[in-house]
């Protein structure tokens, strides 16, 4: 079945950085784009940006141009997203979801199990 | 970048009532792409609706999405226990993608 298996909590101090990895199984990993999601504590969802386990290529919300980076190892079908320059605000969980196959403007229908990242001093 | 407003923020029900959840856009979705999730307590968020009416594999015939252009509702006709969990809306037509807030239907 199809799985998407994220990496386990971090806990970081401010202007560190912190990457999160998340494994799929169960499916062509190159056939679909993956995208991060966050959720504060308590709060929505929000996306952060997307990437074509295919080529590499990325699209990254405004909200976290050139602080975010996301990256994929096709030997391992392994996505990874890379945030710099943490603070506080950053302290959510992190979810992988993935999404279409010929264009990344499709629904999420798998999700990770998320990734808790505290940002403190 | 493209609003979404979710309302009500909480709807209170009691098993087997009639769910009715808004989602209004700020500008039209292209294509219909709107979803649905359910997220339960400490859960990822499961997809329950996509491109506004098609349910998503496996999810049971008592949850139906409509709409289109601004406007949208997700509907469950009569409330199971394992219903009670957050929803969020989600249109995915124009980047960047966005989320609604989030309706949390409770038990009455």
């Known amino acids: 079945q199809v799985q998407l298996v994220q990496s386990g909590a971090e806990v970081r101090k401010p202007e560190a950085s912190v990457k999160v990895s998340c494994k799929a199984s169960g499916y062509t990993f190159t056939s679909y784009y993956m995208h991060w999601v966050r959720q504060a504590p308590g709060q929505g969802l929000e996306w952060m940006g997307v990437i074509s386990p295919t080529t590499g290529n990325t699209k990254y919300a405004q909200t976290f141009q050139g602080r975010v980076t996301m990256t994929r190892d096709t030997s391992t079908s392994t996505v990874y997203m890379e945030l710099s320059s943490l603070r506080s605000e950053d302290t959510a969980v992190y979810y992988c979801?993935?999404?279409?196959?010929?264009?990344?403007?499709?629904?999420?229908?798998?999700w990770g199990q998320g990734t808790l990242v505290t940002v403190s001093s | 970048e493209i609003v979404l407003t979710q309302s009500p923020g909480t709807l209170s029900l009691s098993p087997g009532e009639r769910a009715t959840l808004s989602c209004r856009a700020s500008?039209?979705?292209?294509?219909?792409?709107l979803a649905w999730y359910q997220q339960k307590r400490g859960q990822a968020p499961r997809l329950l609706i996509h491109?506004?009416?098609s349910r998503a594999t496996g999810i049971p015939d008592r949850f139906s999405g409509s709409g289109s252009g601004t406007d949208f509702t997700l509907t469950i006709s009569r409330l199971e226990p394992e219903d009670f969990a957050v929803y969020y809306c989600q249109q995915y037509g124009t980047s960047p993608l966005t989320f609604g807030g989030g309706t949390k239907v409770e038990t009455k």
């Open positions: 979801a993935r999404g279409g196959t010929s264009t990344w403007y499709r629904d999420f229908d798998c």
């Open positions: 500008q039209s979705v292209s294509s219909s792409y």
């Open positions: 491109d506004a009416s």
